[in-house]
């Protein structure tokens, strides 16, 4: 080979390796220009991370923990529930015509009265006439039911104290007392012939009775409620002046038994405590010398009437 073929191909060889050199350069010099918005588009990435593979923004702060918030107390419930307004008004109350009133007397009036008295509205004597004491209880008696008060007496009035009271008997009409020594109450049938002692629950008599004619009347009380005074006819089974219980041990004055165990006799626990307390089933008399004077007339078979009048 000549030596100018030789030359002319070293010249070419060395402008190649110098355009290499100037062009890599170049290139390297435009990269460097771009990085910012390559880096720019780097955080901003096209395509969602896994969800398994966590990812970190150098320009996004780690997230901290937030602290708890305090919740407000809850209001504690009031004690008093709070009343609420009825929905419906409460009707107002009329008297009714009146029935019973001032200036009007007779068996009506007397009946009130003594009804008035059985529940203690009432305390002056029955008398049948209509006064101001009358008006008076009448007027507490419907304030307290809630009745108008008008101190006259309406159907509303007597329908309530009727459904509170009972019948007078005779002698609560006549101002007799329960118990007392009299009574106008009357003889049961059975007491009307022949000889009988006659004992009246209601009030609270013995009656000594011969042939329909009354010679004696002494206050008597009963059994309690769980002895009983046995009610009917009997007779008299047998006496025993200074008769000693074998069951209480209490002493029994002048004992006329007539069911069992059952007799008339004195107590002194009647005399000294009245009508507070009662009997194991006997019929008590509180008067000594009524009793032994009774006594001394009641035989053997005379009756026993034991009843409510």
């Known amino acids: 080979m000549k030596k100018s073929t030789i030359g002319a191909m070293v010249l070419a060889l060395l402008l190649g390796s110098f355009a290499l050199a100037y062009g890599v350069g170049e290139a390297s010099a435009q990269l460097s220009s771009r990085e910012p918005r390559a880096a720019l588009a780097h955080d901003q990435p096209t395509t969602s991370p896994s969800p398994t593979t966590p990812t970190w923004s150098p320009t996004r702060a780690a997230p901290t923990a937030k602290p708890p918030q305090a919740t407000a107390p809850r209001p504690k419930p009031s004690s008093k529930p709070s009343s609420k307004p009825s929905s419906k008004p409460t009707p107002a109350l009329h008297a009714g015509r009146t029935l019973l009133g001032p200036r009007t007397s007779g068996d009506r009036v007397r009946d009130l009265q003594a009804r008035l008295k059985q529940i203690a509205w009432y305390f002056a004597d029955v008398t049948g006439t209509y006064g101001p004491v009358t008006g008076s209880a009448v007027r507490g008696f419907q304030a307290k039911r809630e009745i108008p008060v008008t101190g006259l007496v309406d159907q509303r009035t007597l329908d309530r104290l009727y459904a509170m009271t009972r019948t007078p008997t005779d002698d609560e009409l006549h101002n007799i007392a329960v118990g007392s020594a009299s009574t106008r109450t009357r003889l049961d049938a059975r007491c009307l012939t022949g000889r009988a002692l006659c004992i009246d629950k209601t009030s ?106």
């Open 204 to 309: 609270r008599t013995l009656r000594w009775v011969v042939d329909g004619e009354v010679r004696s009347t002494l206050a008597v009380r009963f059994g309690a409620s769980y002895s009983p005074t046995r009610e009917g006819v009997f007779h008299v089974g047998w006496k025993s002046a200074n008769h000693v219980s074998k069951l209480y041990g209490s002493a029994m004055p002048f004992a006329m038994f007539f069911s069992g165990g059952q007799a008339v006799h004195y107590s002194s626990d009647f005399a000294a405590r009245g009508y507070y307390g009662a009997s194991h089933g006997c019929v008590n008399v509180r008067d000594y010398d009524g009793i032994r004077s009774l006594f001394t007339q009641v035989v053997l078979g005379d009756k026993v009437v034991v009843y409510w009048s």
